[in-house]
């Protein structure tokens, strides 16, 4: 079974510039999760959708952060105008349905100068 | 919030030496997990714990979910280079709904000299 995929797996861009991550969950899994992990921390969700419906964004800074899962499969992830302190680690998660067994992807490190 | 504190924040032992860390909360988590995290990878799942006094193995990795329901402890016999890596605790209350969030621990860094 493959794992989940994330791209790129780095990025480094200037603040205020654009990045988009992409994320493909494992086959059939219905639940994906976006975290931030600041270096030296565990993880952060930033958002969480069952299929394509958003369970939790509570935590996503909704003034430059999206995220959107379309078909209920892959997800992208935005930050539009990045912020120096948006440096960090962007993992992708996936689970099945009525589980707590998140499988991460390999992540995607950005560093914004 | 809930939180989660990991003991210790890091750990430097030699090859072959068995590993105690754990994960306490201030409130109840009705599930727990432990994943380990390589330098520049993702957080991989090695065990989950769903009853209050479990004990589940994984090869030479050991949790416990404590009976308090308050903490958790992993433990690795014989530790071996390999499992170098960052330990991170997870829990969650298990307080119904849909959202299956989890919270995380700050991780323990682990250091094994060959």
């Given at each position: 079974e493959a794992g989940v995929a994330q791209s790129p797996r780095y990025k480094i861009i200037e603040k205020r510039q654009s990045v988009a991550f992409w994320c493909n969950p494992i086959s059939g899994h219905a639940t994906l999760y976006w975290y931030q992990q600041i270096l030296g921390q565990g993880p952060k969700l930033l958002i969480q959708f069952q299929n394509n419906g958003?369970?939790?964004?509570?935590?996503?800074?909704k003034d430059r952060f999206s995220a959107e899962r379309l078909k209920g499969v892959d997800s992208t992830l935005k930050i539009q105008?990045?912020?120096?302190?948006?440096?960090a680690v962007y993992l992708c998660a996936s689970s099945r349905d009525f589980s707590y067994e998140q499988y991460f992807g390999p992540g995607t490190r950005l560093t914004v100068t | 919030g809930q939180q989660l504190n990991q003991s210790p924040q890091s750990m430097f032992i030699q090859e072959g030496e068995d590993v105690s860390m754990n994960c306490t909360s201030s409130s109840i988590f009705n599930t727990w997990l432990w994943y380990k995290q390589d330098p520049g990878e993702g957080p991989v799942l090695l065990i989950a714990l769903y009853k209050a006094g479990e004990l589940t193995s994984n090869g030479r990795l050991t949790a416990q979910f404590g009976i308090t329901r308050k903490d958790s402890f992993l433990n690795i016999s014989a530790?071996?280079?390999?499992?170098?890596g960052i330990y991170f605790c997870a829990g969650h209350p298990n307080s119904g709904g849909s959202n299956y969030k989890l919270t995380f621990g700050k991780g323990t860094l682990l250091t094994v000299n060959p």
């Amino acid at each position: 079974e493959a794992g989940v995929a994330q791209s790129p797996r780095y990025k480094i861009i200037e603040k205020r510039q654009s990045v988009a991550f992409w994320c493909n969950p494992i086959s059939g899994h219905a639940t994906l999760y976006w975290y931030q992990q600041i270096l030296g921390q565990g993880p952060k969700l930033l958002i969480q959708f069952q299929n394509n419906g958003v369970v939790d964004d509570s935590q996503l800074p909704k003034d430059r952060f999206s995220a959107e899962r379309l078909k209920g499969v892959d997800s992208t992830l935005k930050i539009q105008p990045a912020k120096l302190e948006d440096s960090a680690v962007y993992l992708c998660a996936s689970s099945r349905d009525f589980s707590y067994e998140q499988y991460f992807g390999p992540g995607t490190r950005l560093t914004v100068t | 919030g809930q939180q989660l504190n990991q003991s210790p924040q890091s750990m430097f032992i030699q090859e072959g030496e068995d590993v105690s860390m754990n994960c306490t909360s201030s409130s109840i988590f009705n599930t727990w997990l432990w994943y380990k995290q390589d330098p520049g990878e993702g957080p991989v799942l090695l065990i989950a714990l769903y009853k209050a006094g479990e004990l589940t193995s994984n090869g030479r990795l050991t949790a416990q979910f404590g009976i308090t329901r308050k903490d958790s402890f992993l433990n690795i016999s014989a530790s071996i280079p390999s499992d170098v890596g960052i330990y991170f605790c997870a829990g969650h209350p298990n307080s119904g709904g849909s959202n299956y969030k989890l919270t995380f621990g700050k991780g323990t860094l682990l250091t094994v000299n060959p």
